[in-house]
């Protein structure tokens, strides 16, 4: 199974008068970062819905949206703070007393003052509110991970048909490279017919400087490599997710398949193999990008 980096899911689930609505959306990230928005009263849940959501991702870079809403009459209530609203009380009357004024202190105006009257939340009952926030979670996680990798799904068949691609250029510089050899050994033998007039030739000296140019232009070792990178990428597609994610695997094995097309095409001295080279390189870099959307 191979899953992508982005993906959506969402739940929402109600119960008596509680109801909970949580989103989840991802981009690629290199590691996983869980960047949650959440009411503050739920800010002792956060340890719990982190563990939770790790269940479901290793990388990408998660928004999480958790909204409440709470169906009763009210949930908040009203706190009278007596020893402020006492405090007030004695400074006032005191004030009359230094000042000669009138205590006409009333209750009206007293309970306006900072603080003496205050609306504050309902405490919440945390084992049901946690009960419907972590079946919220897990089905918004499911949803979130299914889309992944359907989403994969595609990224592996794409891949897939570019690792055949690259795989018909490689076959090409393996079938071109050794007729080069033979085309420069003619040309060679040619050019020598052509500046000595006795028409006599050093075989001997003629097979030294076409073996100097074989091992010169040689990419035996590259082609094979290269071979095994595709075969591996393969593998690793076709064997899916493990615990640490396959994305990384795929990103080192690409980088490996564009450093040996750099080595063939600075090797290369000809048209028809640097072109190859070059389809080659375009499509390792179509490769890169694609495995840049894995986990």
């Known amino acids: 199974m191979v899953n992508?980096?982005?993906?959506?899911?969402?739940?929402?689930?109600?119960?008596?008068?509680?109801?909970?609505?949580?989103?989840?959306?991802?981009?690629?990230?290199?590691?996983?970062?869980?960047?949650?928005?959440?009411?503050?009263?739920?800010?002792?849940?956060?340890?719990?819905?982190?563990?939770?959501?790790?269940?479901?991702?290793?990388?990408?870079?998660?928004?999480?949206?958790?909204?409440?809403?709470?169906?009763?009459?009210?949930?908040?209530?009203?706190?009278?703070?007596?020893?402020?609203?006492?405090?007030?009380?004695?400074?006032?009357?005191q004030m009359a007393v230094d000042f000669g004024l009138d205590d006409d202190v009333r209750i009206s105006s007293l309970s306006k003052y900072p603080e003496v009257l205050t609306m504050e939340d309902v405490e919440i009952d945390e084992d049901e509110i946690w009960n419907i926030l972590n079946k919220a979670i897990n089905e918004a996680a499911q949803q979130f991970a299914d889309a992944r990798t359907t989403e994969g799904e595609f990224l592996k068949k794409d891949l897939f048909e570019k690792l055949d691609e690259m795989k018909e250029s490689v076959d090409f510089i393996t079938e071109r490279s050794p007729i080069i050899i033979d085309e420069y050994k003619a040309k060679l033998r040619e050019k020598v017919y052509d500046l000595l007039e006795d028409k006599q030739v050093d075989e001997n000296r003629l097979v030294m400087e076409v073996t100097l140019f074989a091992d010169k232009i040689c990419v035996d070792e590259e082609l094979v490599r290269l071979n095994s990178h595709i075969k591996q990428t393969r593998e690793i597609l076709e064997k899916g997710d493990d615990k640490e994610g396959i994305g990384r695997k795929l990103d080192f094995m690409a980088q490996e398949m564009n450093r040996e097309a750099n080595t063939i095409l600075s090797k290369s001295t000809d048209l028809e193999i640097s072109n190859r080279g070059i389809i080659l390189k375009t499509d390792i870099e179509k490769v890169r990008e694609q495995i840049q959307n894995i986990e």
């Open 4 to 93: 992508s980096m982005t993906g959506f899911g969402r739940s929402e689930i109600t119960e008596g008068d509680n109801k909970i609505t949580v989103e989840l959306k991802s981009v690629n990230n290199r590691y996983l970062d869980l960047n949650i928005k959440m009411p503050k009263k739920f800010n002792a849940f956060e340890a719990d819905i982190r563990s939770e959501l790790k269940k479901y991702m290793k990388r990408g870079k998660v928004d999480v949206f958790i909204s409440y809403d709470n169906f009763a009459q009210t949930d908040s209530k009203v706190k009278y703070n007596k020893e402020i609203a006492k405090e007030y009380l004695t400074y006032l009357r």
